[in-house]
């Protein structure tokens, strides 16, 4: 029952898409993308450390991205905000700024750096997948004299 979330999170990719005018394959294909985020995201429920399993999942999220930019020949940065969306640490922020507005210091520290640690993960996730694509497949150079 847990993986019905995976459902969900194609169906508010989509919306997504379709608010931001992503359409035709990239819309499907992006929004499977958020889709395969999450479950990866489920699938390490084992690990009990959720800044890994969300780095992991950005992981396979990039990597899937990076494959479809050259397959459909648009940007990965398409595929990639789209999949991240069911991942970016909203209740997280939500409840920092309510601690900070409380007034209840540890628990505003404790959520933060939590929240700021999931925030890392994506970023670290996209950059790592994002360089070594850089790196293996360089640019075309011209040979100029």
Request: net charge positive; charged share 10%.
């Amino acid at each position: 029952m847990e993986y019905f979330a995976c459902f969900w999170s194609f169906c508010a990719c989509t919306a997504f898409c379709l608010v931001y005018n992503i359409r035709g394959k990239a819309l499907v294909f992006a929004s499977l993308n958020g889709a395969l985020g999450w479950f990866v995201y489920l699938l390490l429920s084992f690990v009990k450390n959720d800044i890994f399993q969300f780095f992991v999942a950005t992981v396979a999220t990039a990597v899937c991205s990076e494959i479809l930019a050259r397959i459909l020949k648009k940007p990965a940065t398409e595929f990639q905000i789209v999949a991240l969306l069911p991942m970016v640490p909203g209740n997280g922020i939500f409840y920092t700024m309510e601690y900070c507005v409380i007034g209840n210091n540890a628990m505003f520290i404790q959520t933060g750096l939590h929240t700021l640690g999931i925030a890392g993960a994506l970023a670290m996730g996209i950059l790592l997948v994002s360089s070594l694509f850089r790196i293996s497949n360089p640019p075309y150079r011209s040979k100029l004299p």
